[in-house]
């Protein structure tokens, strides 16, 4: 569990998992980690913000034609997207949170199902174009089927049992289904060993099931994490 030294008190994981989710939204990350909010008065947070059914399909997305948009905030607001002001963005309060409390770079992925990825950030330096080629295959490529099975399993994703769980979403989502989705998926699994594992003889689903531990063993309980400090406004 994550509890920096600046943190008043430390809690178990039992505890900050004691409501198991029931009445507030969980989320997962799938690449970084949380990051203390430290914005100017006006600041830039450069993302992507996209929004799915229950089948993987993208019903939201911020400006299809980005790989990424330009998020303007004014003392802790987002104020435009794309210097459009007051552009629409589903759960405003919730994205505008998450966008300040994501290190850069990072990916979350909810359980509405939406994912949010930040790119950059003002007073950052870019990230190296490997990371943003890397996330950006990752959203594209692994989010959407991963979404789409973990929407029906949300309350299965509790610490503990983090390995069988993942076994379970790994074959799930390499069942074929036909279409694009299946090949993207393959093309991410061939990234992440290359990026990660460095065992062309890996299977897939020892591939994606590696990548999924990273991901399920830390879930996160949005009011807990509020009221923890894991975020803040």
Same mark, same amino acid.
């Given at each position: 569990?994550?509890? %920096? ?34 914005? @100017?008065?006006?600041? &830039? ?59 850069? %770079? ?6 509405? @199902? ?44 509790? %610490? ?5 769980? &993942? ?32 065992? %062309? ?33």
């Amino acid at each position: 569990m994550i509890n %920096p030294p600046s943190f008043p008190q430390a809690h178990s994981v039992e505890d900050l998992y004691a409501s198991g989710g029931k009445g507030s939204l969980r989320y997962v990350f799938l690449h970084g980690n949380h990051a203390r909010p430290n914005l @100017p008065t006006h600041a &830039c947070i450069e993302g992507k913000v996209r929004l799915f059914n229950r089948q993987g399909d993208i019903v939201f997305d911020d400006d299809p034609t980005r790989a990424s948009s330009q998020y303007g905030f004014t003392e802790g607001r987002c104020v435009s997207v794309n210097d459009q002001p007051d552009a629409y963005i589903p759960a405003r309060m919730f994205v505008q949170t998450l966008l300040k409390n994501i290190q850069v %770079p990072g990916l979350i992925a909810a359980e509405v @199902p939406k994912a949010i990825l930040v790119t950059g950030r003002s007073g950052l330096d870019p990230i190296p174009a490997q990371d943003r080629d890397y996330l950006e295959s990752m959203m594209q490529r692994l989010v959407p089927r991963f979404v789409s099975v973990i929407s029906g399993k949300s309350d299965a994703y509790l %610490p503990g049992d983090a390995k069988n769980l &993942c076994h379970e979403i790994a074959d799930s989502m390499l069942k074929p289904r036909g279409g694009s989705g299946d090949l993207d998926l393959l093309a991410f699994l061939d990234v992440y060993e290359k990026r990660y594992i460095h065992k %062309p003889s890996a299977t897939p689903e020892a591939i994606l099931e590696s990548c999924l531990l990273h991901v399920m063993k830390m879930p996160f309980e949005l009011n807990s994490s509020i009221r923890y400090r894991l975020i803040t406004d």
